[in-house]
T-cell receptor, first 116, second 116 residues
């Protein structure tokens, strides 16, 4: 069975600084996908970034980037130039390919506070 | 694109009544949708996979007679909480994968259910 672990329940960062959120996962499969979702106070889940396991290059989306270490089963999220609007709960998530069920498995979440 | 809606956004009902929650994919078709439950400050827990034209698949520990799921069309799935009790009070979220990008799920805004 696959598991996802986020070991930082809460983090805080000053506006304009950089913060890294940690995520580890466990699977015996080789073809899978990893995601970071953001859930602001509105509770709408928003996709931040995704990574295909077969790609060695780390995904980036503007201020958001990941450090994907497949052998170590680690998938951290780096937020650069943090903004007040980045304050939210962040969830790391794992899924096998859609044709294997497509279920998302979530980590426990990290509550990020960006301070002015 | 990839917008998922839910209705209602919040509902309050009396103990013993049934409540229906709708999940719609607005600009794409979804043969599969997923239903999650989320308690405050906690992660999302997958309840069931809704399959268009066939029975839903429930996760272990989820009562299928309690949480009825119907995937009536390629854009609509409904979750009915039958004979609701206060312990069913929670935040319910649906998601749907976008065809052609079927490994990424898009989430509805959620429904807050309060059972008195």
């Amino acid at each position: 069975a696959q598991t996802v672990t986020q070991s930082q329940p809460e983090m805080s960062v000053q506006e304009a600084e950089t913060v890294t959120l940690s995520c580890t996962y466990d699977t015996s499969e080789s073809n899978y996908y990893l995601f970071w979702y953001k859930q602001p106070p509105s509770r709408q889940m928003i996709l931040v970034i995704r990574q295909e396991a077969y790609k060695q290059q780390n995904a980036t989306e503007n201020r958001f980037s990941v450090n994907f270490q497949k052998a170590a089963k680690s998938f951290s999220l780096k937020i650069s130039d943090s903004q007040l609007g980045d304050t939210a709960m962040y969830f790391c998530a794992f899924t096998l390919a859609y044709n294997q069920g497509g279920k998302l498995i979530f980590g426990q979440g990290t509550e990020l506070s960006v301070k002015p | 694109g990839a917008v998922v809606s839910q209705h209602p956004s919040r509902v309050i009902c009396k103990s013993g009544t049934s409540v229906k929650i709708e999940c719609r994919s607005l600009d794409f078709q979804a043969t599969t949708m997923f239903w999650y439950r989320q308690f405050p400050k906690q992660s999302l827990m997958l309840m069931a996979t809704s399959n268009e034209g066939s029975k839903a698949t429930y996760e272990q520990g989820v009562e299928k007679d309690k949480f009825l799921i119907n995937h009536a069309s390629l854009t609509l799935s409904t979750l009915t909480v039958t004979s609701a009790h206060p312990e069913d009070s929670s935040f319910y979220i649906c998601s749907a994968p976008l065809a052609g990008d079927t490994d990424t799920q898009y989430f509805g805004p959620g429904t807050r259910l309060t059972v008195l």
